[in-house]
């Protein structure tokens, strides 16, 4: 079974400019959640897809942040613009259930804003 | 939502048993406590999960007490490959969204 597939791994890209990461849920997983650290602090809970539907986005920092999961299959998320406190790991999970242990992890996109 | 409270850092050597201890005070009766790994540049991954008393499966136990307001993850025999972040979360179980709350969690070295 395919794990969790995140793209890119790193991004580097300027102040201001936009970018856009991908998840690849684990293949039935309804349930998608996207999280991130930035340097030195936790890691933050951003917003929890059920299918296509946004079930919690309350951790989304600003409207610079747009998530999608059309199809309910692969999701995005794209800052624009980007600013230089947006750098930091960005992870995805899917489970199946919602279930807290049922949470498959990917290995994260590296986002650094110069 | 129930903070969690770990050690920040644990020193060990291989084939020694290692106790991580999180507390949760605020621990809410519908909570489940899952703990996960982090290795560098990976994401977290998961370990074991339980409500209370005792949970085993192939790579560790987990301990909680009646009161559920602490959970101890056990590593049996350790090696050199288990150092990584442990990460101790609390949140409760079902569908829906839930925001599950990542503490600072526990750095284990494990020293040969």
């Known amino acids: 079974e395919a794990g969790v597939t995140q793209f890119p791994s790193h991004s580097v890209i300027e102040k201001g400019q936009t970018v856009t990461l991908r998840c690849d849920p684990i293949?039935?997983?309804?349930?998608l959640y996207w999280y991130r650290r930035v340097m030195g602090k936790e890691i933050k809970f951003l917003l929890h897809?059920?299918?296509?539907?946004?079930?919690?986005e309350s951790g989304m920092p600003n409207n610079r942040f747009l998530a999608e999961r059309t199809g309910g299959t692969y999701s995005t998320l794209k800052v624009q613009p980007a600013e230089l406190e947006d750098s930091g790991v960005y992870f995805c999970?899917?489970?199946?259930?919602?279930?807290?242990?049922?949470?498959?992890f990917g290995s994260g996109t590296r986002l650094t804003v110069v | 939502l129930a903070k969690t409270t770990q050690p920040i850092s644990m020193d060990s050597y291989e084939g020694q048993e290692v106790n991580i201890t999180c507390s949760h005070n605020?621990?809410?009766?519908?909570?489940?406590i899952t703990w996960y790994q982090q290795f560098p540049s990976q994401g977290p991954r998961f370990i074991i999960q339980?409500?209370?008393t005792k949970v085993t499966n192939e790579v560790a136990s987990l301990f909680i007490p009646a009161d559920r307001k602490s959970s101890t993850l056990s590593l049996p025999r350790v090696s050199l490959s288990d150092t990584a972040v442990y990460y101790c979360?609390?949140?409760?179980?079902?569908?829906?969204?839930?925001?599950?709350?990542f503490g600072a969690g526990t750095r284990l070295f494990v020293k040969a």
């Open positions: 339980g409500y209370k």
């Open positions: 293949s039935g997983h309804d349930n």
């Open positions: 999970a899917s489970s199946q259930d919602g279930r807290v242990y049922g949470y498959t």
């Open positions: 605020n621990i809410a009766t519908n909570d489940y």
């Open positions: 897809f059920v299918k296509e539907s946004k079930q919690d």
């Open positions: 979360l609390v949140g409760g179980l079902g569908t829906g969204g839930f925001k599950t709350i």
